[in-house]
């Protein structure tokens, strides 16, 4: 209780202090940790673009070491799920501890927003959300020591639309993506921009939701501009237990990033 406690006074504190510099036209890079469970945090900061608070979820492997730097895995949720949960598929948590991975699971302002949906316009709720992926990322490259060649990027479903979309808009950071299920309408052309960034895509072929038939034309696109990547189709694989249950599909997720690094 009293835990709890100290936590809902720290958490007001901070979005006070972040209220104040706001409108006094200052950043606000305050954070507090307001609960979540023994293995994945609940942090805050104070999303000055949408003008209030703003939770995130975060790993922290018991290998990091401050000052040592660590990498990071930056994990975009599907549609209308909880942040959480895409850190809690199987493998994922387990895989970070051992290789002493930190992950984000940013809320993207809202959890039916879309990351950064092609023609949305500033402002808009996916706009937002991709202003809130950024800002997490920042927050958490504050406050640890985060290897800037190690920043990778990872999403499922709508998540995976996400990978694409933020892969692309802000190429200069990642080191690798890992689009699962990819739901994205627009076209594989934009592929042009991101020539140097190592892909994996996971496919089930009996997805209901997105087609494999999308997933297979970025695919063939990469393999048009020689890109390094690495395609994972699962026969009879449907649109989520290719990667919320499948410890061997989040494996190669690892060691495919595990080999990517950003030229220095």
């Known amino acids: ?87 809690l598929y199987q493998g994922l948590l387990g895989l970070a501890e051992e290789r002493g991975y930190l992950a984000v699971a940013p809320t993207g302002f809202d959890t039916r927003a879309w990351y950064a949906a092609e023609g949305t ?13 950024m800002n997490v990322l920042a927050a958490v490259r504050e406050q640890y020591t985060i290897d800037p060649n190690r920043i990778y990027l990872m999403g499922h479903s709508m998540g995976g639309g996400g990978t694409w979309q933020l892969g692309i808009r802000h190429r200069d950071v990642w080191a690798a993506l890992a689009p699962v299920a990819p739901a994205i309408s627009s076209s594989p052309d934009a592929l042009d921009a991101i020539l140097d960034i190592p892909v994996i895509v996971i496919q089930g072929t009996a997805d209901a939701s997105v087609d494999v038939a999308s997933t297979r034309r970025w695919i063939a696109k990469m393999k048009d501009l020689g890109m390094t990547y690495e395609y994972v189709e699962v026969a009879g694989g ?23 690094s950003r030229a220095r």
């Open 1 to 87: 209780m009293l835990a709890d406690t100290v936590h809902l006074r720290v958490g007001a504190l901070a979005l006070r202090l972040a209220i104040v510099l706001a409108a006094a036209g200052l950043s606000a890079p305050v954070w507090a940790q307001t609960g979540g469970t023994a293995r994945v945090r609940t942090r805050s900061y104070f999303f000055v673009e949408a003008g209030r608070s703003s939770d995130y979820k975060l790993f922290v492997s018991s290998r990091y070491r401050q000052g040592v730097p660590a990498p990071l895995i930056v994990a975009l949720h599907p549609f209308a799920t909880a942040p959480e949960r895409i850190l």
């Open 121 to 133: 316009e500033p402002g808009s709720g996916a706009g937002l959300s991709e202003r809130d992926v």
């Open 238 to 260: 449907d649109h989520t237990s290719i990667i919320s249950r499948s410890p061997e599909n989040m494996r190669k997720i690892f060691d495919f990033f595990d080999k990517a």
